[in-house]
C-alpha cells in the first residue's frame, strides 16, 4: 500500500508527485538579486532527490526589499530571466518549481546570518556593501541601534502591490508554477499583521481588520495576476508568542479571509516578529508548529503545508494521514540529506517499485548494483 505521503496531490491544473515539499530557505548568495550556478546546483539537487514541490528562498520584489545584499531578487525581467534556468531544470526532473515573493520591510539591509545577524558594520562597509532605507507600516525599529524605518503611505502602499504583481508576472515568464507569498517571519506584510508593529492610525491599522487589509490586498492582487491554474501560497507566522501580538485566532481570520479569495494552502510557520527570522517563541520539539496546520485546516478548510523539525519519515507520513495537513515541508532535514525525499519513499515502501526505481536513472542504476553487493557480503566490518 502506497503511503499517503507520497500519493500526488492536485492543487488546481498543477500535479505534485508526492507532499513532500522544500520550503523556503535563504542562502544569501546572489550577486546583484541575481540567480546563478549556486542556486541551480543547490535547488536542483532537491529536485533530483525526489521532492515533490521546491520553493525558491524570499526573493525580492523590489531591491529595497531584500533582507540582505545576497538575498534573491524579481524586480526586473533580467532577474526572471535568471531565475528561469532553475525553474526549468527543478521541472525537468520531476519536481513542481514554486518561487517565494517577498519584502523584509524594517528587517531589509542588515547582515548575512553568518556575518552577525545584525545591522550592517564597518565590516560590510569596506566591502561595499551599505545601507539602504528601509520601510514598515509603522516606523518602529527592530531593536535598538537598528534602522529606523519609514512609515509608508498609501501612496507607497499601491506602488508595492504593483511591485508583487510585476514580480507575478515574472515569475510564470520564468516558469514557475507555484507562488508564495511571504506574510511571516517578521518581514514586511507580517509587521502589517500584528498589532505589536502596526500603530497605523488609518484604514491599513488599527483592529484586525484593518491590519489585514493590506497583506490581503496583495494576496487579492497575486490571485488576478497569477493564472487561474496554478495555485498560491501563503506563509504566515501563525502566532507571535509574544504578549499583546498576533494569536492563532487572528490568523485563522487570515486563512478564512484569504481562502475567499482563492488562495490555495496556507505554509504555517510561526515567530520571528523581533529578533532571527527564526527566532522560536514557542517550545521546539519534533513537529512543533505542525498543530497550527492542523488547526487552520480544521477551521477553515483551506489546504495546509506543516513544517517545523519534522525530520523522520514515518513522522511526515503520521502528518498527512492524520489530515493534520496537505503537504509537509522539509527543510533543514534536507540540507543533510537532499536525497531525503527518495529515501523517506524507501523507508515507508511508498513507491510503486521498490528499491532504487524512485531515484534519478542516472544514480539508481548504480544503487541497485552496490546493494546486491551489500545483500552478497553482509555489513561492513573492521577486521
Known sequence: MTAQLFTPVRLRDVSLRNRVAIPPMCQYSAEGGMAGDYHLVHYGRFAL??????????????PEGRITHGDLGIWSDAHG??????????????????????????KASMQRPWEGNGPLSEEEFARGEAPWPIVAPSA?????????????????????????????????AAGFDVIELHAAHGYLLHTFLSPLTNRREDA???ERAGRMRFPLAVARALRRAWPAGKPLFVRVSAVDGLEGGLTLDDTLAFAGELRALGVDVLDCSSGGLSGSATAARIRRDYGFQVGFAEAVKRETGLATMAVGLIVDPRQAEAIVAEGRA?????????LADPNWAVRAGRALDGTEEPGFAAWPRQAGWWLERRERDIARLGPWRQE
Open 140 to 172: 518602529i525599529p527592530l531593536d535598538a541601534g537598528w534602522l529606523m524605518p519609514a512609515e509608508l503611505s498609501a501612496s507607497d502602499l499601491d506602488d508595492l502591490k504593483a511591485a508583487f504583481v510585476a514580480a507575478a508576472g515574472r515569475a510564470q
Open 204 to 206: 491599513f491599522g488599527g
Open 326 to 334: 496537505d503537504l509537509v515541508a522539509v527543510g533543514r532535514e534536507a
Open 49 to 62: 532527490g525526489g521532492a515533490g514541490l521546491v520553493i525558491l528562498e524570499a526573493t525580492a520584489v523590489v
Open 81 to 106: 530571466d535568471a531565475l528561469a534556468r532553475v525553474a526549468g531544470f527543478l521541472k525537468a526532473q520531476g519536481a513542481v518549481a514554486g518561487v517565494q515573493l517577498a519584502h523584509a520591510g524594517r
